[in-house]
């Protein structure tokens, strides 16, 4: 399983776009990047997944470079919403029998 | 139902007491995950299913943590004499796949307090 490194913690302000990176140097050929975000009291909820360069979607963008030993979670114009915590992922759990492993976390601070 | 549901929401036990903590998953959802989150941490894996089969328990923390899902749907983490350490939330999550990737879908949890 792919270890994984993210920061412990961030702030950042409203309207600004933030950039999460994590790394993940022993990531292997089948794994897939997947972030996930948690509020207080609450299971964490699917935010993005990919393979490899870009994915887009209504919530975040994921950017993986070539060599896929690290990606970055960005969320644009965040709001006070988004304070939460962002875990990355990385593995291939998600079509084999295997268990799907959590890391500690970046918990993002959104101030006004 | 629409989501992952977990009973009870909340549990004091008293140190030594069984607990027994339910997950409804998705219906359809073959694979369903228990997690334990320690306050301020990560959730911590703690066992994984598909259908009635329990194929990795390597995360329990100890022989009095059990888990099972008989008929492959409804999930019972039990956890016997508990002690203090044992205070967590307990997540259970079912996956949804998609070819080769897949979504996990969380409960809100079944937070446990053993006083």
């Known amino acids: 399983l792919a270890k994984t490194t993210q920061p412990i913690s961030m702030d950042s302000y409203e309207g600004q776009e933030v950039n999460i990176t994590c790394s993940h140097n022993?990531?292997?050929?089948?794994?897939?990047i997947t972030w996930y975000q948690q509020f207080p009291s609450q299971g964490p909820r699917f935010i993005i997944q990919?393979?490899?360069t870009k994915v887009t979607n209504e919530v975040a963008s994921l950017f993986i470079p070539a060599d896929r030993k690290s990606s970055t979670l960005s969320l644009p114009r965040v709001s006070l919403s988004d304070t939460a915590v962002y875990y990355c992922?990385?593995?291939?759990?998600?079509?084999?029998?295997?268990?799907?492993?959590f890391g500690s976390g970046t918990r993002l601070s959104i101030r006004p | 139902g629409a989501g992952v549901s977990q009973s009870p929401r909340y549990k004091v036990a008293k140190r030594g007491q069984d607990v027994a903590l339910r997950c409804d998953p998705i219906?359809?959802?073959?694979?369903l995950f228990w997690y334990q989150q320690a306050l301020g941490q990560g959730p911590e894996f703690l066992t994984y299913?598909?259908?009635?089969?329990?194929?990795?328990k390597s995360g329990l923390p100890s022989d009095r943590f059990f888990a099972e899902r008989p008929e492959g749907s409804v999930s019972t983490l039990k956890i016997q004499r508990t002690q203090q350490e044992d205070s967590a939330v307990y997540l259970c999550?079912?996956?949804?796949?998609?070819?080769?990737?897949?979504?996990?879908?969380f409960g809100e949890g079944s937070r446990l307090t053993v006083l």
């Open positions: 999550a079912s996956l949804q796949r998609r070819g080769g990737t897949g979504e996990l879908f």
């Open positions: 299913f598909q259908n009635e089969a329990q194929l990795d």
């Open positions: 219906s359809g959802h073959v694979s």
């Open positions: 992922l990385v593995g291939d759990g998600w079509s084999s029998a295997s268990k799907i492993i």
């Open positions: 022993n990531i292997a050929t089948n794994d897939y």
């Open positions: 990919g393979y490899k």
